[in-house]
């Protein structure tokens, strides 16, 4: 469920052009507050990945799994002007984690199915399920938001045609 909810996010994340008109109707304290959500979850993700393959911490290239992207800093450690380029980057790098999160799920399954041994101990456990639903969460929050000021873009838009189509019916009238 938690993979589902990622990959929805990361879907409206990517379509680039309509995030950027959600954004450029914010302030620039709330374009940072969204921004500091999705560094939240993604650092959420980079955890939960983690702690299902605890077993493999010294090398995931051990199962095939790349770097999570959080362990190459330089890539998005980049000097950012303005809330909507670090937008950009916080959706690459989110990209990425869904990625490194889907491959560690992927892994954790077979090492599941193949394993008679028990996993976690209770507190690693307790952690993990506590991770998960506090991601799903914060996803399933961050991604109304999102949707919620997309709305109000497109309401302040019809406002703003509206109001023109009035102005130039009002002008034909006089003339």
């Known amino acids: 469920m938690l993979l589902d909810k990622a990959s929805t996010l990361k879907n409206m994340l990517n379509n680039i052009t309509r995030m950027k008109k959600i954004l450029e109707n914010l302030r620039r304290f709330r374009q940072a507050e969204l921004n500091i959500k999705l560094e939240t979850i993604i650092g959420l993700i980079d955890f939960i990945s983690r702690i299902i393959l605890l077993d493999f911490k010294t090398s995931y290239s051990e199962v095939g799994i790349n770097e999570s992207p959080i362990e190459k800093p330089q890539k998005f450690l980049i000097p950012i002007k303005n809330e909507i380029k670090a937008f950009e980057v916080n959706a690459h790098v989110y990209t990425e984690i869904v990625e490194f999160f889907r491959d ?72």
Do not use: P
Not at 104 to 117: E, G, M, S, Y
Not at 130 to 138: D, G, L, V, W
């Open 104 to 175: 560690c799920l992927d892994c954790f399954f077979i090492v599941l199915r193949q394993a008679r041994k028990r996993l976690f101990d209770e507190e690693t456990a307790i952690n993990l399920i506590k991770a998960i639903s506090e991601t799903r969460f914060s996803i399933g929050k961050l991604y109304e938001e999102y949707l919620m000021h997309e709305k109000i873009a497109q309401a302040k838009v019809f406002l703003f045609k509206k109001k023109l189509f009035e102005e130039f019916l009002y002008r034909k009238k006089d003339i």
